[in-house]
């Protein structure tokens, strides 16, 4: 069985510093963090691994300046990461990824299943996992919270409301997961120094090929297009009312009635 996750990364929310009324965006430490639903997808293929024996394969959400994340994953105990090298892209472009993932994993010789977060942190999209099961041709399981497999199949827990159900997909299959629905585990001390330092067997594990030798280089051209950003007015600060509830009340009534369109 092979498990193919595809991870992506995203700056240190603790780093960033929004001030509206200079209307700028300021990063104080760029540092940069595992998607919080793809930490999720990643434990879910490593718990599976351990359950049915598995390889474990990692994948780029988009095309990186570097490969921090890949090395992250195999310390933790993926068996092999595929870094995709090409133009970085400020912005994560589904439809351009798509193609090249799908080549990708037709590459590998396909996969009995692909797992990812169902929304990314940073931009809220949750398109990659549908649009690559469209792609493939298999079946989804799109919000999952845990997942496991027997019998040619794999079940995995959506949230139905107030409560949870098991839902069900045939092999091969795409399943996202939301962000925390599980703690993704500590990377192996070993396998962790091993990976930096480009020693053992490990270090064979992470590969790198070229979006060039994937999809013709007109298919790599983002579909998206940066224009800037906009920030909210600054919000405005309210006022304290004292007085009786009577006198409470007829201010409260007041300033709404002055905030009503006329």
């Known amino acids: 069985m092979r498990i193919i996750v595809i991870l992506g990364r995203v700056l240190d929310p603790r780093g960033i510093v929004v001030n509206r009324r200079a209307g700028r965006i300021f990063v104080n430490r760029e540092e940069y963090i595992l998607q919080p639903a793809d930490r999720c997808a990643l434990e879910a293929a490593l718990r599976i691994k351990e359950a049915n024996g598995a390889e474990v394969v990692v994948l780029p959400r988009a095309l990186l300046p570097d490969d921090d994340i890949l090395r992250q994953a195999l310390a933790r105990g993926a068996d092999r990461a595929i870094y ?22 037709e590459r590998l010789g396909g996969a009995d299943l692909l797992f990812t977060g169902a929304t990314t942190l940073d931009t809220g999209q949750g398109q990659l996992g549908p649009r690559l099961a469209e792609a493939l041709g298999w079946p989804q399981i799109v919000g999952a919270w845990t997942a496991e497999v027997a019998d040619g199949a794999v079940r995995a827990v959506q949230r139905d409301g107030s409560g949870f159900v098991w839902v069900e997909a045939p092999l091969p299959a795409v399943v996202t997961f939301v962000p925390g629905a599980l703690k993704l585990r500590y990377p192996d001390g070993r396998r962790l120094i091993n990976i930096y330092r480009n020693v053992g067997e490990i ?60």
């Open 203 to 262: 270090a064979a594990a992470l590969e790198r090929w070229e979006a060039k030798d994937l999809v013709a280089p007109e298919e790599l051209a983002p579909m998206l297009e940066r224009r800037g950003q906009e920030f909210p007015p600054e919000r405005e600060r309210g006022v304290r009312l004292t007085g009786s509830l009577e006198e409470i009340a007829r201010s409260a009534a007041d300033a709404l009635r002055a905030h009503l369109p006329r």
């Open 84 to 105: 995709i090298a090409g133009k970085p892209m400020p912005l994560p472009d589904d439809g351009v990824m798509v193609r090249v993932l799908k080549a990708a994993v």
